[in-house]
């Protein structure tokens, strides 16, 4: 069983910059492949990117393209998102998780472990 736990999640004004971290216990973490999902309200669940188990594929959402970086440190079994530029249309809840596939797959249903989410609101 892993657990993830997210943070770094708050309050920004449009044009700034958060770093999320999800750090995961219980679990071989350099197997699985992570991603971030996010969810607005009175919308759908989407996965803004995700990172392979080596870190070495990734996948953006195409609206955080060049605004958001993915990376990994399997030594310290977390992931980190690095959210620029960020616009109100960010805003959302943000969860990582865990898929045991390894690769960087967008379907939520790959995902078996998730946290309980971090609140990211862009102001305008």
């Known amino acids: 069983q892993v657990q993830l736990v997210e943070s770094g999640g708050g309050l920004v004004q449009a044009g700034g910059s958060l770093r999320l971290s999800c750090a995961a216990s219980?679990?071989?973490?350099?197997?699985?492949?992570m991603g971030w999902f996010r969810q607005a309200p009175g919308k759908e669940r989407e996965l803004a990117t995700a990172?392979?188990?080596?870190?070495?594929?990734?996948y953006y959402l195409d609206s955080v393209k060049g605004r958001f970086t993915i990376s990994r440190d399997n030594a310290k079994n977390t992931v980190y998102l690095q959210m620029n530029s960020l616009i109100p249309e960010d805003t959302a809840v943000y969860y990582c998780?865990?898929?045991?596939?390894?690769?960087?797959?967008?379907?939520?249903?790959?995902?078996?472990?998730w946290g309980q989410g971090t609140q990211v609101t862009v102001s305008s």
């Open positions: 990172i392979s188990w080596s870190g070495g594929s990734t």
């Open positions: 219980g679990g071989t973490f350099s197997s699985y492949a």
């Open positions: 998780a865990a898929n045991p596939l390894g690769r960087a797959i967008r379907s939520s249903s790959a995902y078996e472990y």
